[in-house]
């Protein structure tokens, strides 16, 4: 896959610490619970860690009590979808479609939201922008 966003390994190692490279390049994920946007209602926009582009609006996020942010739609053309069926789980992951980086996974359990999807994001893989 060719991405806008294409860096070496050492570029990407130089430019995340440990702990995003894990998540964002090798396709990790945070503990439950931990994260910086599990439960944050700031609006504004979440971006890629990694490449800083737009991908879930703050209005699309809810609480799910799974333990991660939760968004029920990503901006338009944002991400890229990859069948994952690590752990011997049926998991579609979910890639920034700007520089491939993991965010998390999307379940088809958002009960109540407008999509009926739950996009689980990792709070490392996303930054906030709040807005003014």
């Known amino acids: 896959m060719s991405y806008n966003v294409e860096k070496t390994?050492?570029?990407w190692?130089?430019?995340l610490s440990p702990e995003e490279y894990?998540?964002?390049r090798e396709a990790g994920t945070e503990r439950a619970f931990t994260g910086e946007y599990t439960d944050t209602e700031t609006k504004g926009v979440y971006r890629c860690k990694a490449c800083q582009a737009k991908l879930f609006e703050s209005d699309t996020k809810f609480h799910s009590g799974c333990g991660w942010p939760s968004f029920y739609q990503p901006i338009t053309d944002t991400v890229e979808y990859i069948e994952d069926d690590s752990y011997g789980m049926?998991?579609?992951e979910v890639r920034c479609a700007n520089c491939?980086?993991?965010l998390g996974h999307v379940f088809p359990?958002?009960?109540?939201t407008p999509t009926g999807d739950r996009y689980?994001?990792?709070s490392i893989s996303v930054?906030?922008?709040a807005a003014e």
């Open 9 to 11: 390994d050492a570029e």
């Open 13 to 15: 190692r130089d430019e």
């Open 22 to 24: 894990h998540v964002l």
């Open 90 to 92: 049926k998991r579609v």
């Open 100 to 102: 491939g980086s993991h």
């Open 109 to 112: 359990d958002g009960y109540g």
């Open 120 to 122: 689980c994001i990792n």
């Open 127 to 129: 930054t906030l922008e």
